[in-house]
């Protein structure tokens, strides 16, 4: 069998693939360290910047970010943290629902009927460029200072970026699948399970993702105008003391953890329920 | 079996057996004029229900009243002076950072963190804070709008200038085109459209960030008038604002944007 015209070359070459292989793996590692490196870089100009702001302005208008540590340390240590956080989250959550089964149903219309996509049209954009200050006002002068406010502000916030994704995602569904499961005469249900459900998932999942990052901060942004416990209420008291640390602590708390919620918690559920398409898995 | 299959028409046919009126009802203008008439009588009928929320008629007279006391316009003038400033100043340090980011992987690492951390600071950090460094005045307002919209234009330029097709970058260098014209005829091109998105963002986050900076610092504007109407008590007064807020956005937004969304992304969209 052995074929000598297509034998290997005879001069070897430079390296051997073993050796490529390695000098390629040796670089990649050498760019991800300085990526590395300045990704860390970033955070300490940032922390810099500050310590070198809060250095040279004057007393009490803006604390360095280890008195800032101190506080936050002060207020989860208290109990303080954890009791507002959950409320705000809580709230955040139910609002959240209450956008998916109005703003789902909408985007399925707007999505099927070409009447109804002209009906919501309007309304659905309008709705996403109304500044957050005017629905956490109206839903505090609809419901008055409760809880119900800041949920009312997140589902108006959120209604939008669902019935927009959810009716890309109705149109999106592949016809000719359908087609095919109606000429094979599988059921409406299955149908709807098997065709419909697993191409609207995925929609549903970039709306929260879009929708989440908009919802907390105008849930706090409610709270902030009247709200009796939650991040944002906290915030509010701190700023009527003129405590500056006190609401850059409570703000960067804040922060930490709906990042870590949005990035970590909601991402891996995402990567979670999608796995079966392997093309949406890569999550950035 | 007996024959089970109805008598099938043509999509023709069925068009011509619906009525004329029929047609024009179901038609998309008829949807957009039903759609206003139901949100007018949603709002009727939750002022009808809730004491505290406005009629139509309430906020019609309100809305009459500021606008000849004068107080629309003044107003006004103040926020979009502030609100030009800030997203004027968001946009030309926007376009830096983001160039800079796009252009180099490693400039994108140092600025990741920064940025994320910017985007997701709320408004109503940046008023409180502004307001207790700047006190009462144009500042507060303006830098409120400058540092919300800010992120938003980093990353939608850094996606842009990212997204210039690598080829064209590598021959543009390899035979040597001057800079001048590789920024003229490759970049702006491929970027203006995301700069316009980004622009577009700003002008829609900054907007909120004035009124917000507005509400809690005393020194008038449309944001501040509003707070005076909803601490008195008087929504009608407040709402007659929201609807101002609403249609200056509104009108922003679609009238310019979209259609200076639609030029700029012309070369694009052109092959559909």
């Keep these: 069998m052995s074929n000598p015209v297509i034998e290997a070359p005879p001069t070897a070459p430079a390296v051997t693939w073993q050796e490529g292989e390695q000098l390629a793996r040796r670089a990649s590692s050498r760019r991800r360290a300085k990526r590395l490196v300045l990704l860390a870089a970033g955070w300490v100009a940032m922390l810099l910047v500050w310590n070198v702001a809060a250095y040279y302005l004057p007393a009490g208008v803006l604390p360095s970010p280890l008195e800032v540590l ?59 460029t109304i500044p957050a200050l005017t629905y956490a006002v109206l839903s ?11 949920i009312l502000s997140v589902a108006l916030v959120s209604v939008p970026y669902i019935a927009i994704n959810v009716a890309e995602g109705v149109r999106g569904v592949d016809q000719s699948l359908v087609k095919m499961s109606q000429a094979f005469g599988r059921s ?21 993702r879009m929708s989440f990052a908009v919802a907390w901060k105008v849930e706090a942004l409610t709270e902030v105008f009247g709200g009796t416990n939650g991040v944002g209420f906290q915030i509010r008291s701190e700023y009527q003391l003129f405590n500056i640390d006190g609401v850059l602590a409570w703000m960067c708390l804040f922060i930490v953890f709906m990042l870590i919620i949005e990035r970590l918690v909601l991402r891996q559920f995402e990567n979670r329920v999608l796995a079966w398409r392997p093309e949406e898995r890569v999550g950035r | 079996m007996t024959a089970t299959a109805t008598q099938r028409r043509s999509s023709e046919e069925q068009a011509s057996g619906t009525s004329a009126w029929r047609r024009r009802v179901t038609s998309e203008p008829a949807a957009r004029v039903t759609f206003y008439i139901t949100a007018f009588l949603i709002w009727v009928g939750l002022a009808a229900m809730f004491v505290r929320v406005p009629g139509p008629a309430a906020v019609t007279a309100s809305l009459v009243k500021e606008f000849s006391r004068g107080e629309v316009f003044s107003n006004f003038a103040d926020t979009f002076y502030r609100f030009a400033v800030g997203v004027f100043l968001s946009v030309v340090v926007g376009l830096a950072i983001g160039v800079i980011m796009g252009m180099s992987g490693l400039a994108r690492a140092f600025f990741e963190s920064p940025v994320l951390v910017g985007l997701s600071i709320p408004a109503i950090i940046w008023a409180f804070l502004t307001v207790m460094w700047f006190g009462f005045g144009d500042t507060s307002p303006i830098v409120t709008t400058f540092l919300t919209a800010v992120p938003f234009v980093i990353i939608n330029v850094a996606q842009g200038v990212q997204g210039v ?59 501040f008038r509003a707070r005076y109407w909803y601490d008195a008590n008087q929504f009608a007064g407040f709402a ?25 992304f012309r070369w694009r969209d052109a092959g559909h």
């Design chain 1, 70 to 128: 101190i506080v936050m340390w002060e207020i989860v240590a208290s109990g303080a943290f954890a009791a507002n956080f959950f409320a705000s989250v809580g709230k955040t959550f139910v609002g959240f629902l209450v956008a998916i089964a109005v703003g789902a149903p909408i985007g399925y219309l707007m999505g099927r009927y070409t009447y109804w996509r002209a009906f919501f049209h309007d309304g659905v954009t309008v709705a996403g």
């Design chain 1, 140 to 150: 505090l002068i609809i419901f008055g200072i409760s809880d119900l406010g800041p």
């Design chain 1, 188 to 208: 409406p249900q299955q149908i709807r399970r098997d065709v419909f459900i697993p191409t609207l998932v995925p929609y549903i999942f970039a709306a929260i």
């Design chain 2, 165 to 223: 097709s690598r080829d064209l970058r590598d021959m543009s260098s390899s035979y040597g085109v001057p800079l001048g014209r590789r920024v003229k005829d490759l970049i702006l091109p491929a970027v203006a459209g995301y700069v316009l998105a980004g622009v577009r963002f700003a002008v829609i986050i900054g907007w909120n960030g004035v009124l917000l900076a507005e509400w809690f610092g005393g020194s008038g504007g449309a944001g």
């Design chain 2, 240 to 264: 007659a604002w929201v609807i101002l807020f609403v249609i200056v956005i509104v009108v922003l937004d679609q009238l310019l944007f979209e259609r200076a969304a639609r030029r700029a």
